[in-house]
């Protein structure tokens, strides 16, 4: 068996729907059957065959050669085995994955890994907007599993978190982890201002610093924390090329007190 | 009894008879070694013996910063008790009691048993709401905010049902002092061996006992075959020869590493000879009735 690969023919001319493209949904399918399946978004009956050369036959292993960022919901609900794009995809990459891992090697649009739960789900590039976050309505963002980020993040990257981590290397937009309810999230660049607003509880290391933080976040002044150690080893392995952060003492700030103040945000020394 | 005679130590032909037990181990950690070591000395403390104590603890072997979870040296302790109910119950209470309330001591899992049985999950509440849960790489940790900072405690940590309490050896000599020299050698060889422990004070028994006694509701009483000053008086197992007895009782993670600490043990006092150690080494057993592990001496001689 090898692995199914979808190689792009040709830029798309619309938006596509790819959360079909999973293990689960893909399981007993032959290449003829899914190169007739659904992608497209307008009247126009897209298939998979239209836009992808469909080769191979192993539905754990899904290989997309060629990017681009109207690939939308791309390993939506996957749940087991490993998908790998090869460019960059459009919103909703990896939402409610359950497990598995989703390789994107190029950049996202707004809501990767939106409400996640288990699995990893890994971005060299950048990613945009409410990465983690929950959509409208709904109560939590990522609930589990792992997501990193080698490039940088839009706005409210670990919104409403309520478990798992995220890993961002290069600076966060406004509001990282606003109205985070646990978990962890670890920005490898500079953060910009407003992170952790109305974050009930959860942990915030901002290790490359920050912008202003709300006025209701409390100094506690500097924290030598063994669990800095304990994550700066657990988290210095790959996609990373170097430690997000080192393990010694950093400033913690106590919040959000405008809610619950469970919460903190650690930001270097000095 | 035929017995086998090595560098002129006569090794019995008999057998150490050895119970199942529940085992969990933990990683403490502390600033340096003082501090690993008060924290476990403390943690370890009244552990020699079920029989009163609840529990059998010890410390397996000292960590360097490298083998440690967090850069820090440490020292990993293996108890053991007759059930996983009760085990978990002295675990948590002396991790409450003795690692919590020791300066700069993080705990953490020691042991990759087949089930799991609380650590941090039982003392959590300890921070009236204030700790910190924390769970990445696959591991869950507790922070507790504590005066001296924060207390760092892994969540769970591993329980094994195959692990073995009660493999011994005795060391019979022409006094107290060469007793105790022949035990001193079997102490430092067994502490080698990984996933062993000797939970008596400095691994060593000078009261081995037997079961039961002349007194109603008595669990154990001194073991007076081997009793030097009861030579006669009592039907005792001791020549003329014999003057002082020590033991060494043995518990280890799995029936394998017992008979390893034994053989080594063994071979100690083998190597130390009689004219400065032991003339007899024997092993204390209930007739084979009791304990499922036989460990018989001519098999483990050198």
């Known amino acids: 068996m090898s692995g199914l690969t979808f190689t792009l023919r040709h830029a798309p001319d619309q938006r596509l729907d790819l959360s079909g493209l999973t293990a689960s949904r893909l399981a007993g399918l032959g290449t003829a059957a899914i190169a007739a399946l659904p992608i497209g978004t307008t009247r126009a009956g897209l298939k998979v065959g239209d836009i992808f050369a469909v080769t191979g036959d192993d539905v754990a292993d899904i290989r997309f050669v060629g990017g681009s960022e109207r690939f939308d919901r791309i390993g939506e609900r996957h749940a087991e085995g490993s998908i790998l794009v090869e460019g960059d995809v459009g919103q909703r990459a990896g939402r409610l994955m359950s497990g598995g891992t989703l390789e994107i090697r190029g950049s996202t649009g707004p809501f990767a890994g939106s409400a996640l739960s288990s699995g990893t789900l890994t971005i060299m590039g950048d990613a945009g907007d409410d990465l983690g976050g929950p959509l409208a309505g709904e109560m939590a963002g990522l609930r589990g599993g792992t997501v990193n980020v080698l490039g940088t993040a839009g706005a409210r990257a670990g919104n409403r978190m309520r478990r798992g981590t995220i890993l961002v290397g290069g600076a966060a937009g406004e509001h990282a982890g606003a109205r985070m309810i646990a978990g962890t999230l670890v920005v490898g660049g500079k953060a910009a201002r407003g992170a952790g607003t109305l974050m009930k509880r959860g942990t915030i290391i901002l290790a490359g610093g920050a912008d202003a933080t709300g006025p209701t976040f409390v100094d506690n002044g500097p924290a030598d924390l063994l669990i800095f150690r304990l994550m700066a080893k657990a988290f210095a392995v790959a996609p990373f090329p170097d430690a997000l952060f080192d393990g010694s003492p950093m400033r913690r700030l106590a919040g959000d007190t405008a809610v619950s103040g469970m919460g903190e945000i650690f930001l270097p020394l000095g | ?302």
């Not at chain 2, 053991?80 to 991790?95: A, I, N």
Request: proline residues 4%; aromatic residues 6%; glycine residues 14%.
């Open chain 2, 1 to 302: 009894m035929a017995a086998l005679i090595r560098n002129g130590v006569t090794i019995d032909d008999t057998f150490a008879e050895a119970f199942p037990m529940s085992g969990a181990g933990i990683i403490v950690t502390a600033v340096n070694e003082r501090w690993v070591m008060a924290a476990a000395l403390s943690m370890t403390g009244f552990a020699t013996s079920v029989i009163a104590c609840g529990c059998e603890a010890g410390i397996d072997r000292m960590l360097s910063p490298e083998e440690t979870p967090d850069g820090r040296p440490g020292v990993r302790i293996l108890i053991f008790g007759m059930s996983p109910d009760g085990l978990e119950k002295q675990l948590v209470t002396r991790l409450g009691q003795c690692i919590l309330t020791s300066p700069s001591s993080a705990c953490y899992a020691g042991l990759e048993g087949e089930t799991k049985i609380n650590l941090g999950n039982g003392i959590r509440y300890f921070s009236d709401g204030w700790q910190i849960s924390k769970k990445f790489g696959g591991r869950h940790f507790w922070r507790m905010p504590v005066m001296e900072g924060e207390f760092l405690c892994e969540a769970e940590t591993g329980m094994t049902g195959k692990a073995v309490g009660g493999g011994n050896l005795l060391f019979l000599a022409a006094n107290a002092s060469h007793a105790l020299r022949a035990a001193e050698a079997a102490v430092d060889a067994i502490h080698k061996v990984e996933g062993a422990i000797m939970p008596f004070p400095g691994g060593v028994v000078r009261s081995g006992s037997k079961i039961g006694g002349k007194y109603k509701g008595m669990m154990a009483s001194t073991n007076d075959a081997f009793c030097p000053t009861l030579k006669g008086v009592t039907n005792s197992v001791l020549g003329p020869e014999i003057g002082s007895v020590l033991e060494i009782v043995i518990d280890g993670v799995t029936s394998e590493v017992v008979a390893e600490a034994m053989r080594v043990g063994l071979k100690a006092v083998v190597d130390l000879g009689a004219e400065e150690g032991a003339l007899r080494v024997s092993a204390g057993n209930y007739g084979g009735q009791l304990g499922p592990h036989h460990y018989h001496l001519k098999d483990l001689a050198p």
